[in-house]
C-alpha cells in the first residue's frame, strides 16, 4: 500500500474503498497516530454510523475482522475521534492525529454463560481474553483482535508513521483515561508499536514518569513498594515486561543514590520517551 493526495492506494495505484464522512474538520499536521475499537457490531455498522452527521463523530480509517480497510477521512483533513483528550501537554488530540478504528465489540460481560456486548451480541469464547484494562483494577471480558487485522493495521501504520513523520502510536485509552477504554487490554500496543514503528527485536522502549512513582516488588499496588522510591517525574526507565496495567522496568541511571534498580510500576504514569 502507499499514499497518493493523502489517500490510500493499493501499489498499483488502485484506491482503497473510500467512503466520505460529514463529520471532519479543517487542515490536518499529524504529530500521533491514535488507535481505537469501534465497539460495534460490524465494521459496516461502524462506517455507516461515523458517516452519518449525527454521529458527530469519524475516524480516517476502519479496519474489518477481515483485514478490509476503508478510509472515510483523507489524512491531511481533522477527523472527530479523539474528543476531549490530553497528551504531552496538547489538549484535543483531533487536531494533532490520525484515528484508526478496529472492528471489535470491546468489553464484554458474562451473562447466562456467554460473553455479551453492549450492543446485545454474543461473541464466542475463543475470541475473548479476560483482563484487567491499565487504568482499572477489575478483570473483565475483551473481544480479541484478528491477525488478519493487526497485520494490516500494523503495515498502514508503518506507512503513516514513515510518510507523515509521527512521533508515536497511541491509544484513545491514554489520550482520555477514564472516559475511554480502546483499544483496551487485547491490543499489544508495545508489540504494535515497535513493529510499526520499526524498533529493532534488541531495542527496548524507553517511558518516562509522568510524576512521581511508586516502584514495587511486583505487578499489583498489594506489592511493597521498594526502599528506593519513588521515581521521580521525569525519570526514564526501559519496559522489561507486561502484566495487567502493570510494566516490569529497569531505570535509567541512578535515581535516588540507587544504580540498576528494577522493579513493577503502574502504566497510567508512564509515556512514551
Given at each position: 500500500?502507499?499514499?497518493?493526495?493523502?489517500?490510500?492506494?493499493?501499489?498499483?495505484?488502485?484506491?482503497?474503498?473510500?467512503?466520505?464522512?460529514?463529520?471532519?474538520?479543517?487542515k490536518l499536521e499529524a504529530k500521533y497516530l491514535v488507535m481505537h475499537f469501534t465497539?460495534?457490531?460490524?465494521?459496516?455498522?461502524?462506517?455507516?454510523?461515523?458517516?452519518?452527521?449525527?454521529?458527530?463523530?469519524?475516524?480516517?480509517?476502519?479496519?474489518?475482522?477481515?483485514?478490509?480497510?476503508?478510509?472515510?477521512?483523507?489524512?491531511?483533513?481533522?477527523?472527530?475521534?479523539?474528543?476531549?483528550?490530553?497528551?504531552?501537554?496538547?489538549?484535543?488530540?483531533n487536531g494533532h492525529s490520525i484515528g484508526i478504528e478496529l472492528d471489535n465489540a470491546?468489553?464484554?460481560?458474562?451473562?447466562?454463560?456467554?460473553?455479551?456486548?453492549?450492543?446485545?451480541?454474543?461473541?464466542?469464547?475463543?475470541?475473548?481474553?479476560?483482563?484487567?484494562?491499565?487504568?482499572?483494577?477489575?478483570?473483565?471480558?475483551?473481544?480479541?483482535?484478528?491477525?488478519?487485522?493487526?497485520?494490516?493495521?500494523?503495515?498502514?501504520?508503518?506507512?503513516?508513521?514513515?510518510?507523515?513523520?509521527?512521533?508515536?502510536?497511541?491509544?484513545?485509552?491514554?489520550?482520555?483515561?477514564?472516559?475511554?477504554?480502546?483499544?483496551?487490554?487485547?491490543?499489544?500496543?508495545?508489540?504494535?508499536?515497535?513493529?510499526?514503528?520499526?524498533?529493532?527485536?534488541?531495542?527496548?522502549?524507553?517511558?518516562?514518569?509522568?510524576?512521581?512513582l511508586n516502584i514495587r516488588g511486583g505487578p499489583g499496588a498489594g506489592f511493597a513498594?521498594?526502599?528506593?522510591?519513588?521515581?521521580?517525574?521525569?525519570?526514564?526507565?526501559?519496559?522489561?515486561?507486561?502484566?495487567?496495567?502493570?510494566?516490569?522496568?529497569?531505570?535509567?541511571?541512578?535515581?535516588?543514590?540507587?544504580?540498576?534498580?528494577?522493579?513493577?510500576?503502574?502504566?497510567?504514569?508512564?509515556?512514551?520517551?
Amino acid at each position: 500500500m502507499k499514499i497518493s493526495k493523502h489517500l490510500l492506494v493499493k501499489p498499483d495505484g488502485t484506491p482503497y474503498p473510500f467512503r466520505a464522512s460529514p463529520n471532519v474538520g479543517g487542515k490536518l499536521e499529524a504529530k500521533y497516530l491514535v488507535m481505537h475499537f469501534t465497539a460495534g457490531a460490524s465494521a459496516q455498522e461502524s462506517i455507516d454510523w461515523l458517516c452519518n452527521a449525527r454521529a458527530k463523530a469519524s475516524a480516517h480509517i476502519v479496519i474489518g475482522r477481515d483485514g478490509k480497510i476503508t478510509q472515510l477521512v483523507p489524512f491531511n483533513k481533522v477527523a472527530w475521534h479523539a474528543g476531549a483528550s490530553r497528551w504531552e501537554g496538547i489538549d484535543g488530540l483531533n487536531g494533532h492525529s490520525i484515528g484508526i478504528e478496529l472492528d471489535n465489540a470491546g468489553r464484554l460481560v458474562r451473562k447466562g454463560g456467554k460473553w455479551q456486548a453492549w450492543f446485545g451480541g454474543t461473541i464466542k469464547d475463543a475470541d475473548v481474553m479476560e483482563a484487567v484494562h491499565k487504568n482499572e483494577s477489575s478483570s473483565c471480558g475483551w473481544h480479541i483482535y484478528t491477525p488478519e487485522q493487526i497485520e494490516a493495521a500494523v503495515e498502514l501504520a508503518a506507512l503513516l508513521v514513515d510518510q507523515y513523520g509521527l512521533k508515536s502510536i497511541i491509544g484513545h485509552d491514554d489520550i482520555s483515561p477514564g472516559r475511554k477504554f480502546d483499544p483496551g487490554p487485547a491490543f499489544a500496543m508495545g508489540n504494535f508499536r515497535a513493529r510499526a514503528m520499526g524498533v529493532s527485536d534488541d531495542s527496548l522502549p524507553q517511558f518516562v514518569a509522568t510524576e512521581a512513582l511508586n516502584i514495587r516488588g511486583g505487578p499489583g499496588a498489594g506489592f511493597a513498594a521498594l526502599p528506593e522510591g519513588p521515581l521521580p517525574a521525569g525519570t526514564r526507565v526501559e519496559v522489561l515486561a507486561e502484566e495487567g496495567n502493570w510494566r516490569k522496568v529497569d531505570v535509567i541511571g541512578t535515581v535516588n543514590g540507587a544504580n540498576d534498580l528494577e522493579g513493577w510500576v503502574n502504566a497510567r504514569f508512564l509515556r512514551r520517551a
